[in-house]
C-alpha cells in the first residue's frame, strides 16, 4: 500500500494535508507535493483534505495516475519537507476551477 | 529574572497525558523559539495513549507513527513521569505551582450511553472496554466477554465499530501475529460467534468508515460481508449528497457496500458480517442477561447533508447475547480543570481553557480529544496541538509571573513523598524491548505487559 500526490496537485500546491499528517511525510518542490513512501504510515488523513483531490491510497490510485508512485518515491527524500500550511500558489483557485472544483 | 522562555529561563510546561495529543504539543514546543522544558504525565506505565491501546492490532503501519513520538521523547527538553494519576497522585494545583502552564491531552476515555432501557444488562458492553481489552490495557485486563453466543450486535457505524466488527470477524490465524494481547486470542480462539451485525441509524450514504477501512471487510479470510440489496435504494436527498464532489470517500463507502449486497455469499465461510442501516436500538431485554435487541426502523427527514434519523414505529428484534455500543466517546473530568458536561470535553477557546462561562482560565490549555470532542484521527491531533501551543505561547508574558518554578522536582518530590513508583522514558525503554523480545518466538511484534505490575517488575 502507498499513498501519494497526483497530477492535480501540480501548481495548486494547496497544503490542507499536511496540517492532518501526523508524521509529516509531505514534501515540496515549486510545482507540488509528495509524498515520501518511507515515512508514510497510510492512515489516510490526508485523502478527505485536498481541495482538488489529489491523493489517493494503495489499491484506489487511477490507472492513468500510477506513474506519479515512482515520481513520489524519487523526489520527495531529497526535497524539503512540508510541515505547515503554506500559501498555495499563485493561480491556485483558477486552476482548481479548471479541475472542476 | 532572565526573559521567560530562554536558555536561563525556560518556560516549563506540564502536559496531562501520553497520547498523540500530548506528544504533537511536545513536538510543537520543542520546535518553537522559546526556550522550553516539558514534563509528560501519564497515568500507566506505558505512553501513547490509543495508539497503544486503540488502534487495532491489526493495522500495524498506523502504530508507525509511534517513531516520531520517540524522537520527541530522545529531546533533551523531554521528560515523561508515567504512572502518575493527575488528580489523584498530584493535584493540577501542584503542577500550576511547579510549571508555568499545564496542558491537558488525557483525551475521551468513556463511551456515550445509548439511553435505552436495559442498557446495563450483562452481555451488552462498550467498544472501549472491548477495544482495551484486546490491545492490552491494564484497566480492562480482566473483564470478560461472553463469547459463546451466535450472534453478536455492534451499534454505530464508525472507525471503531469497524474495529471491533471486524476483530470479531477474523479468524485466529489472521491475528495470531499481530500485537493483539495473548488472552484475548485465547478468548478469540474460543468464540462461537457467527452472525455480526453493525447497525447504523442512517443509510449506507451517511456510514462514518473510511473506505479503506470498509474495503478490509472484503478481504477477510472466514467471513462475508453481507448488505442487503434493497438497503441499497437511496432517497433523493441521499442521492444528492453523494453527487456532491467533495463527498467522496461517501460516494466510494456507498459503492463498497453495493458491491457487498452484489456478492454472493460463500458458503464455505463459517462467519457472516451484515451491516444494517436505518435503525436504532430501543430497548435491550433480558433477565440479568441480554437475550434480545429491540431495534426500531428508522426514516431521513432534513436537506441533504443535515439529515436526521427519526424512528418509524416499525420494530425488528434481534436475538443476542453480546452487544457493543459505539456511538461516541466522552472525556473524564480531572478535579481542578473545568469540564463540560454535555459535550464530556473541556471547556476552551482554541486551547486556552475556559470556565463553563467562557471565562479563560489562566496557565491551562488543553488539546486533542478532550478540547474538541472524540472526531478525526491521529493527524488531527497534529493541527490540534499546533493551535494551542500557539495559543500558550502567545501569552508567555502572561504566564511569567516572576516566580521561580522548579519543575519537575517538585512533581518528583511529591510523588516519593507518596511512594508512587513513577517511570521515566528510559524504564519505558526498557519495558518496551522485554515486550519485544517476548513477542518473537510467536511470530508478534511484541507481546504487551498487561498487568503494571508485570511492567514494573521489568525495571526492577
Not at chain 2, 495473548?182 to 443509510?203: C, M, N, T, W
Not at chain 2, 437511496?234 to 470517500?249: C, G, H, Q, T, V
Request: net charge negative.
Amino acid at each position: 500500500m502507498t499513498t501519494i500526490v497526483t497530477e492535480n496537485c501540480k501548481n495548486c500546491r494547496f497544503t490542507d494535508c499536511v496540517t492532518v499528517c501526523p508524521v509529516a511525510c509531505f514534501h515540496y518542490d515549486d510545482e507540488m507535493l509528495y509524498i515520501d513512501p518511507d515515512t508514510c504510515i497510510d492512515c489516510s488523513a490526508c485523502i478527505p483534505e485536498c481541495p482538488v483531490q489529489a491523493i489517493f491510497e494503495g489499491d484506489d490510485i487511477p490507472e492513468d495516475q500510477e506513474s506519479w508512485i515512482e515520481v513520489n518515491a524519487e523526489k520527495a527524500p531529497d526535497l524539503p519537507v512540508c510541515e505547515e500550511q503554506m500559501d498555495p500558489l499563485p493561480g491556485a483557485e483558477e486552476r482548481k476551477a479548471e479541475l472542476g472544483f | 529574572m532572565a526573559t521567560l522562555g530562554t536558555e536561563e529561563n525556560p518556560l516549563l510546561v506540564a502536559i496531562v497525558g501520553s497520547g498523540p495529543s500530548g506528544f504533537y504539543a511536545a513536538e510543537a514546543l520543542i520546535k518553537s523559539d522559546v526556550s522550553t522544558k516539558i514534563d509528560m504525565l501519564e497515568r500507566l506505565p506505558s505512553p501513547y495513549g490509543l495508539v497503544r491501546s486503540g488502534v487495532a492490532p491489526d493495522h500495524p503501519k498506523l502504530k508507525q507513527v509511534i517513531n516520531l513520538y520517540q524522537k520527541t521523547a530522545g529531546s533533551p527538553d523531554f521528560n515523561l513521569i508515567a504512572n502518575v494519576n493527575v488528580g489523584t497522585d498530584i493535584s493540577i494545583e501542584e503542577l500550576c505551582q511547579s510549571h508555568h502552564a499545564v496542558i491537558m491531552t488525557s483525551g475521551a476515555e468513556t463511551d456515550r450511553k445509548l439511553g435505552v432501557p436495559g442498557e446495563d444488562l450483562q452481555g451488552s458492553y462498550t467498544a472501549t472496554e472491548f477495544v482495551g481489552w484486546y490491545n492490552g490495557h491494564p484497566d480492562y485486563r480482566n473483564r470478560e466477554f461472553d463469547l459463546s453466543h451466535d450472534v453478536a450486535v455492534i451499534i454505530g457505524q464508525g472507525n471503531v465499530a469497524a474495529d471491533v466488527s471486524r476483530i470479531l470477524s477474523k479468524t485466529v490465524d489472521e491475528l495470531k501475529h499481530t500485537d493483539i494481547a495473548q488472552h484475548a486470542l485465547d478468548a478469540l480462539a474460543e468464540s462461537k460467534i457467527k452472525e455480526i451485525h453493525v447497525i447504523g441509524r442512517r443509510g449506507p450514504a451517511q456510514a462514518k468508515f473510511t473506505p479503506k477501512e470498509l474495503r478490509e471487510f472484503g478481504e477477510l479470510s472466514d467471513c462475508n460481508s453481507i448488505v442487503r440489496e434493497e438497503d441499497m435504494l437511496l432517497n433523493p436527498e441521499s442521492e444528492a449528497e453523494l453527487l456532491e464532489k467533495s463527498n467522496i470517500a461517501s460516494k466510494k463507502i456507498y459503492d463498497q457496500f453495493c458491491e457487498f449486497s452484489k456478492r454472493e455469499a460463500d458458503a464455505t465461510k463459517s462467519k457472516n458480517c451484515y451491516f444494517d442501516f436505518l435503525m436504532g436500538p430501543k430497548e435491550l431485554i433480558g433477565d440479568t442477561k441480554l437475550e434480545k435487541v429491540i431495534l426500531e426502523k428508522n426514516k431521513l427527514s432534513g436537506d441533504a447533508f443535515k439529515q436526521s434519523a427519526r424512528g418509524t414505529g416499525e420494530i425488528v428484534e434481534l436475538e443476542t447475547g453480546i452487544l457493543f455500543r459505539s456511538i461516541g466517546y466522552r472525556g473524564v473530568p480531572v478535579t481542578g480543570v473545568p469540564f463540560h458536561d454535555a459535550w464530556g470535553t473541556i471547556p476552551n477557546e482554541k486551547g486556552r481553557v475556559t470556565d463553563n462561562d467562557g471565562n479563560i482560565v489562566p496557565k491551562l490549555y488543553t488539546s486533542g480529544w478532550i478540547k474538541r470532542g472524540p472526531s478525526g484521527i491521529i493527524g488531527t491531533n497534529r493541527a490540534c496541538s499546533v493551535e494551542t501551543v500557539q495559543c500558550l505561547l502567545g501569552d508567555l508574558e502572561k504566564l511569567d509571573d516572576g516566580v521561580s518554578k522548579s519543575g519537575a522536582e517538585t512533581i518528583y518530590s511529591i510523588l516519593d513523598y507518596k511512594n508512587i513508583r513513577h517511570i521515566s522514558f528510559d524504564d519505558w525503554k526498557k519495558i518496551d524491548t522485554k515486550e519485544i523480545e517476548v513477542g518473537e518466538p510467536k511470530g508478534k511484534p511484541r507481546e504487551k505487559f498487561t498487568y503494571v505490575d508485570e511492567m514494573l517488575s521489568v525495571i526492577e
